[in-house]
């Protein structure tokens, strides 16, 4: 695949596209991020975007992965020790799913955040930004109210940290964008240069196909999980015939074989005793996606596949979590 398409693969959009094809003539030595509030374990959301830095590490960036302990702290998350904990467990989990550990670089947000200079240009981009335009930075990404002081000073420290981690391009989930729109104008007009995003999409919940994922209501699949509770997850998801389906609903099971199995398997096999036609092997989503809506592969049998893939990339972050907790 060439340095654009992987970089741009299963990206849901791009700010702006011709800064991203500029990276792809030279993606090397050049700098993307992204941050996670370290909370509970690793679930397919953080998954999503680890995916997309894999693949610009394949691409010949460097990986910039922030422990962002102080977001963390700003949004109710818990004692700094406790966020701090769950910060070394979350980079074990990293690594364990393949993030490589001497190309990837894990900065703990505090690590520069209350340095004097970094301060007095959030007190800058406090002074320059309304109440109004940081809380609706926040709001997709709190969900609930953006009420506390705290909520509206944390989108301005994200726009800041593109600049403090010397950043080519920063990542992150679609819930993002709003953020990294305000960086876009902002930074500038504290001296800052103006760098590119991109966004993951938002995976639906998996039993309804609704709303996304990785909310803290609903279902999703974490590295917690037992084979045997993935399977059971799994199975309940909606998946109807169709990667369309009506209105609002998204298909989870084409989704996840989409943002999370093709990009980390050269081939799917689906296991099928003989009387049931037998094996089929898929090399892209599209095909998998088109036998699904034809009937050719059923829907058990395609939640069945995706159990399976899914549990092989978890394996490596629960063992690692058993051996932490021992
Ligand atoms: N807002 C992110 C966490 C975060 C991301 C980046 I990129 C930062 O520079 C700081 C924090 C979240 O919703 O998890």
Known sequence: MDTYDLIMRNAEEVVTDEEVRELADDPSGKRAYVGYEPSG???????????????????????????????????????????????????????????????????????????????????????????????????????????KVSHVVYPLMQCLDIEYLDLDLAVGGLDQR???MLAREELPELGYDVRPALHTPIVADLTSGEGKMSSSEGVTISMEDSTEQ???????????????????????????FEYHVFPRFEEIVVERPD????????????????????????????????????????????????????
């Open 41 to 147: 374990v690793l679930h397919l959301g953080h998954l999503l975007t680890a995916n997309k830095l894999i693949d610009l590490q394949e691409a010949g960036m460097e990986v910039v992965v922030l422990l962002a302990d102080v977001h963390a702290y700003l949004n109710g998350k818990g004692t700094f020790e406790e966020i701090r904990d769950t910060a070394e467990q979350m980079k074990a989990q990293f690594i364990a799913y393949g993030l490589e550990e001497d190309r990837t670089e894990f900065v703990y947000g505090s690590s520069f955040q209350l340095d004097e200079d970094y301060t007095l240009d959030l007190h800058e981009l406090e002074l320059a930004t309304t109440l109004n335009r940081a809380q609706r930075a926040m709001a997709e990404i709190q969900g609930g109210e953006t009420a």
């Open 178 to 180: 709003k953020v990294h």
């Open 230 to 256: 993935l399977e059971e997850k799994v199975n309940s998801a909606f998946c109807p015939p169709t990667r369309d389906p009506e209105g609002d609903l998204e298909n989870p099971v084409l989704e996840l």
């Open 275 to 326: 009387k049931y036609g037998g094996d089929l092997t898929y090399e892209d989503y599209e095909t998998l996606a088109t036998d699904l809506e034809s009937g050719e592969l059923h829907p058990a049998d395609a939640k069945g596949t995706l159990a399976s893939y899914l549990d092989e990339l978890i394996a490596p972050g629960r063992e690692k979590l058993r051996e932490i907790r021992d």
